[in-house]
Each structure stands twice: as C-alpha cells, then as structure tokens.
C-alpha cells in the first residue's frame, strides 16, 4: 500500500531562515504528488502539485518543491520564510492510474518566530 | 469561487447518538470524500464516492458509513457514536490526480 511519510512533526524557525521539510513516498509506479497547507484557522489548501515535466514545481506564497524520483522524495522549499507561512504542511500522493483518492502524510507543523 | 460547505463548525454529542454530519459542494465534481484529521495523524481517508449512490471505503471506516443521493451532497453517519470518534472532520471534492477542494471542517466532540 501507498504511504507517505513527513520528516519533521514540528519545526520551529525564525523569519528570513531557510526552510526544507522532507517528504518521502512508497510507490513505484507513476505518482502525482502534492503539498497542501492548513494556515490556522483556515481551510486546507492547494500549495502546489507535480504531475509530470520539469520535477521542480513553484507554487504560491514563494514555495518550491523538487520530485526526485530516484529517492522517492518530494521536498518543499522556501529561501526565506515570514511569520505568516506559519500552519501546517500536508505532503500528499496520489496513484497516477486512479483519479480519485490520494494519501496524505502526518504533516508538519511549522511555527515561524517573529 | 469554488465552496464546499459543512453543515457545522462545533458539534457536541452524547456516547450512542447518530451523528449525521452534511457536506454540499458547488463545482460539480463526481469525487467527495471524508477525512478525519486528529493532532500526529495527518488526515485519514474514512469513505469517498465517485458518483451518487456509489462509495468505497477508505482506510478507517470501522464505526462509519455516508450517503450520497445527490452529486452535491455527501453525508457521514456515525450510527452509534463513540468517544474515540471526537475529531475534526473534513469534507472535499474534486479529484486525486489534480485537486481537492476542502470545506472549513466539523469538530465533533463525544460526550
């Protein structure tokens, strides 16, 4: 069965620092792969997806994230954060055969200190 | 601007009450799904359907079962309801290979 799984529970950085937060994956076939964000208090949202093409993919709000299929991983990026992308990060994976259902990781809590 | 809606943001129930928890999406998707989301968890997939009338499960649909007679409309049944079934439940529609559109959520608390 598919799983994804999300490095970090909780980080804790200061504004302007750098942000990576691991993803990793368990399926060898193809994959469309997600990262949805939760902003407190609000619903849970698109950040950006990769189906297929160039596997660095930009999304909103400056974030980035690189497919690398040999390490089944899918990384989400930021050069500088800012105390509003504080909320939680949802990796997320779906079969690319089906078109319905896809698997979320545990998340991320990012807190970003001002 | 797409919407999926809850029918509440707090619900508070007693151990053995049916819960019916409503969700309506307004973009015309065949996909809707229930997740519950609980704090280390992430979310997890409890039924979805792909068209009226049809449903699967999902990977915890133990204590549940949901409704769909309608495109726009999918419910979530808890026929008894339990203490471990406190939780935020989320409603989405749209699809696996593009987008999932999310509603704000149901906090249900089980008394």
């Known amino acids: 069965a598919q799983s994804v799984s999300q490095h970090n529970h909780h980080v804790i950085l200061s504004e302007a620092a750098s942000l990576e937060l691991g993803c990793n994956y368990s399926y060898g076939g193809t994959v469309n792969l997600f990262w949805y964000v939760q902003y407190p208090g609000q619903h849970l949202q698109l950040l950006l997806k990769?189906?297929?093409?160039?596997?660095l993919v930009k999304g909103i709000k400056g974030f980035e994230a690189e497919f690398i299929k040999s390490k089944f991983s899918f990384n989400l990026r930021k050069p500088s954060v800012q105390w509003s992308d504080t909320a939680e990060y949802f990796c997320?994976?779906?079969?690319?055969?089906?078109?319905?259902?896809?698997?979320f990781g545990k998340g991320t809590r990012l807190h970003i200190l001002p | 601007d797409v919407k999926v809606t809850q029918s509440s943001r707090y619900l508070v129930k007693r151990t053995g009450e049916k819960v019916f928890l409503e969700c309506v999406q307004d973009m015309d998707h065949e996909n809707m799904f229930w997740y519950r989301q609980d704090p280390g968890l992430g979310l997890r997939l409890i039924y979805f359907?792909?068209?009226?009338?049809?449903?699967e499960k999902g990977d915890i649909p133990e204590g549940y079962s949901v409704s769909r007679e309608k495109k726009e409309r999918f419910s979530l049944i808890l026929e008894s309801a339990s203490t471990n079934q406190t939780s935020m439940y989320l409603c989405?529609?749209?699809?696996?290979?593009?987008?999932?559109?999310f509603g704000p959520g149901t906090r249900l608390t089980v008394t």
């Open positions: 359907s792909y068209d009226v009338k049809m449903k």
């Open positions: 989405a529609s749209g699809t696996g290979r593009y987008e999932q559109y």
């Open positions: 997320a994976v779906n079969d690319g055969n089906r078109d319905d259902k896809i698997i």
């Open positions: 990769y189906f297929s093409g160039d596997p």
